[in-house]
């Protein structure tokens, strides 16, 4: 075979899984990568106006096209390839397999030494910045190792936990030839991923088997770990047959969705629907692919679930060692959420498993908190002179269709996508929880639909996140993205505002209105030849999204929220147990609502500093 430059064995290789998108802002250090698209009709690149942006598209792009094909993104370096930094963290944290590139200097001038701070104009030492926030890093020197390091790097991102690679590659190992037919590549283990022996296994499902027989209010804890395995309909199944309360991590709201009938609400320190009843009551716990992060257990972590044994699935073995779990689970199993499910499903098959009546009835429990504490009440409908945040995003929902898909931002923003949107099985529903950076889901909207153009693609975001990457406007107007960007105005910074009134009687600016205060996005939307459209209050909501929702072109919505920034249920202070979600419902109410003993104190909860004891709502 004839020898091609390594640029162009690098794109060819991306292009052959079926990577059809690649995310880059062009530099000299990357020059010989981004000329091989024009040799190669399988792949093309997206060219974004910021790498921090081409990043979280990336991200996007590899949530919607699933586990096995990763985003990929290419900088230039020095700064181009530190722009990666946040959506290298992004998907590190949040588990999504993403290859990022980054040119490098000349190898012939990089530094000797680390006691050398640099030789090469942008030269960076790209490896040790991103160790701590990828699977793999690699500098590659040598040309012929290419193949070993793309398939390496690529097996990294895409099995077990899933998660972000980085490669090196200096300008001069870009452009030198090599003969394909001469690469070593690296050879994938013959051992699956499940990291438990069958026999292992089985005693664990039996254990656990005998523990369901004796529980009468068991609960499932579902994480993104499952869709990661494309386990959904399997764990649908499982759950059909168990008849088991299920409660969504905010990483699997589209696993576990609404319209699901053993889906009992929401959890955590901004639970909503159900206000954590149904999880803290519980007796048996069992987590499948998820971390069981503090924004779950709230701070006071001894009070999670606290008369509950629990059971935790995960692929990653590092979240299993209960020295390192803030909740100590009492069993722990290392296997694949696809394996364990279809496994488990095939066991209680063969034991005829059949619900009893004790179990139906806390089912049918967890259902009713479920509806009583909806977090979109009803009186929020009834002032029809602002717009109410939650209002709208319910009523988004139910506009929506089940092939849609929905990518949500940070802070406040999600907290009221998380309490009211209500989610359909077929739809993706996704934000980035686990770093959690503003203005990632107008670009991870972009990624999205360059992944699968035929669905619709809604993005909400705040107005903070919006000033972050506002400049990717011209991406849309450049490709002719078709996506509906809502953003949710409410001229502060609405999370950080309502913690600083909380914990420091909200005596600084710094969050708005004067510290901080948002442009007219309507005027600089139509700057870059958007379609615009504002709604103002209640009352225009259900004309205004018909319109937005049937609009076949971009469109950027200016939603006034008007310094809206009350975002509840939500837990208060490091000590409360995160059923005391404030407002807090009547001390009777509460007390019958309590299958188990309420921590002490429990009679005078935290209160926010902001607030006489007489203002939250209790009785």
């Not at 490669?167 to 283990?189: C, H, M, R, T, Y």
């Not at 759950?239 to 699997?252: D, K």
Request: neutral net charge.
């Amino acid at each position: 075979m004839a020898k091609i430059k390594v640029a162009d064995y690098i794109i060819d290789f991306y292009a052959k899984i079926g990577v059809d998108k690649i995310f880059v802002v062009y530099g000299a250090a990357n020059g010989h990568l981004i000329d091989a698209f024009s040799r190669n009709k399988k792949t093309d690149y997206v060219a974004v106006l910021h790498e921090q942006a081409g990043g979280f598209a990336a991200e996007g792009y590899a949530k919607v096209k699933g586990n096995k094909i990763p985003g990929v993104a290419i900088a230039t370096s020095g700064p181009g390839g530190m722009n990666f930094v946040t959506p290298a963290g992004n998907c590190f944290y949040d588990s999504v397999p993403v290859v990022f590139i980054t040119g490098q200097v000349n190898s012939n001038f990089l530094r000797p030494d680390p006691s050398v701070r640099q030789i090469g104009f942008q030269e960076a030492d790209m490896c040790s910045i991103f160790k701590s926030i990828t699977k793999y890093t690699k500098l590659v020197l040598d040309p012929s190792s290419i193949k070993y390091e793309l398939e390496y790097s690529l097996y990294l991102a895409t099995n077990g936990r899933p998660g972000p690679v980085l490669l090196d590659i200096p300008v001069n190992i870009q452009s030198a030839e090599i003969d394909p037919d001469k690469l070593d590549g690296f050879k994938v283990p013959t051992s699956d991923i499940n990291a438990i022996s069958s026999d292992q296994l089985d005693s664990k499902l039996e254990k656990l088997f005998l523990d369901i027989q004796k529980s009468t209010r068991p609960v499932f804890l579902i994480g993104g770990g499952v869709k990661s395995a494309e386990a959904i309909d399997e764990l649908h199944e499982l759950g059909n047959i168990l008849e088991i309360p299920m409660f969504p991590t905010w990483n699997a709201l589209d696993v576990v969705t609404s319209d699901y009938k053993h889906y009992c609400g929401r959890v955590g320190t901004y639970g909503g629907a159900g206000r954590n009843f149904g999880i803290q009551n519980s007796d048996l716990l069992i987590s499948i692919g998820s971390r069981v992060s503090g924004r779950i257990t709230g701070g006071n972590v001894k009070t999670f679930a606290r008369e509950a044994k629990k059971y935790m699935i995960d692929v990653d073995p590092g979240v299993l060692k209960k020295e390192f779990q803030q909740v100590p689970f009492d069993e722990n199993i290392n296997c694949d959420a696809k394996i364990f499910i279809n496994s488990f499903k095939d066991y209680l098959i063969k034991k005829k498993y059949k619900t009893e009546t004790k179990k139906n009835v806390w089912l049918k429990k967890c259902l009713e908190w479920k509806k009583t504490y909806d977090p979109v009440k009803q009186h929020y409908y009834k002032n029809t002179n602002i717009v109410q945040p939650y209002v709208f995003i319910r009523e988004l929902s139910k506009k929506m269709k089940k092939n849609d898909i929905f990518v949500a931002d940070c802070g406040g923003n999600i907290v009221t996508c998380n309490h009211s949107f209500e989610t359909q099985k077929g739809q993706r529903y996704f934000t980035n929880n686990g770093n959690s950076p503003m203005g990632f889901s107008f670009s991870g909207a972009i990624g999205a639909f360059f992944a699968d153009p035929s669905r619709k693609i809604v993005c909400v975001i705040g107005d903070g996140g919006m000033n972050m990457n506002i400049q990717e406007l011209q991406t849309i107007k450049n490709y002719k993205i078709k996506i509906k960007t809502i953003i949710l105005n409410n001229h502060i910074y609405g999370i950080t505002k309502a913690f600083q009134e909380t914990n420091f009687d909200g005596q600084s600016e710094a969050c708005g209105p004067i510290g901080y205060s948002p442009p007219d996005f309507i005027e600089i939307s139509k700057a870059y030849g958007m379609k615009t459209l504002t709604i103002n209050n209640n009352s225009e909501i259900e004309e205004k999204i018909n319109e937005l929702l049937m609009s076949d072109e971009s469109i950027v919505v200016d939603v006034n929220c008007h310094e809206y920034h009350t975002y509840e249920p939500r837990v208060i202070g490091w000590s409360t147990p995160i059923e005391q979600m404030f407002p807090y419902i009547d001390k009777k109410e509460f007390r019958e609502n309590m299958y188990i003993e309420p921590t002490d104190g429990w009679e005078n909860p935290t209160m926010p500093k902001n607030l006489k004891k007489d203002d939250s709502g209790s009785a």
